[in-house]
């Protein structure tokens, strides 16, 4: 990831922000928010101190805006995959080897600090795709809607953690035959 652009899916962007908040999704996903230092930041994408500082007022505010913008690319994700699938099983991204889990509960786990703003982002986005899955329920008439998105969130949440544990699509799979059970 020395050279500029290297390790992105896509083109760099070309805005200092959109650099760092590109470089800072994907390093923060794959090395972990702690791991990823400012010196590190600045090098991937190839934004110097000065641009940094005023784009943000420092790593705890870039943490901050990478889960804001990834948590509407992923509920924006959610809700296409779920328009293209009819609901069905999303277990295509657990079996990518980037594949690290959720972003936001893997920055609620290197937080642990519930009054920190990016543990109640990451509590907000959590809160965000529960009600999405509730809107579903609700729309296809179940009667308990608010406690199966909760229990289809933890269902969502333990696959995700499982599906890094064993590399594979398969919790998904195993998760969705849970949920229909709930169902009924």
């Known amino acids: 990831m020395a050279g500029r652009g290297v390790g992105y899916r896509g083109r760099m962007p070309t805005h200092a ?8 999704a994907e390093l923060f996903y794959a090395e972990r928010i702690q791991a990823v230092g400012v010196e ?3 090098a991937v994408s190839w934004v110097g101190r000065a641009s940094f500082y ?15 913008r990834q948590g509407e690319q992923w509920l924006a994700w959610l809700e296409a995959a779920v328009a293209e699938h009819g609901g069905g099983p999303l277990a295509d991204r657990a079996r990518s080897r980037e594949f690290h889990g959720c972003a936001f509960v893997n920055a609620m786990a290197e937080t642990a600090d519930p ?10 986005h959590k809160r965000r795709v529960t009600g999405y899955i509730e809107q579903l329920l609700k729309a296809a008439g179940y009667e308990r809607h608010e406690a199966l998105a909760q229990q289809f969130v933890l269902l969502m949440d333990g696959a995700t953690v ?23």
Do not use: I, W
């Open 40 to 42: 590190r930041l600045l």
């Open 54 to 68: 005023r784009h943000f007022a420092g790593k705890d505010a870039l943490v901050a805006a990478v889960l804001q």
């Open 17 to 24: 922000r959109d650099r760092l908040l590109t470089a800072a």
């Open 162 to 184: 499982t599906a890094m544990r064993e590399r594979t699509g398969a919790p998904a799979l195993r998760a969705c035959e849970m949920a229909q059970c709930l169902l009924g």
């Open 115 to 124: 009054n920190s703003e990016v543990y109640r982002l990451a509590e907000a």
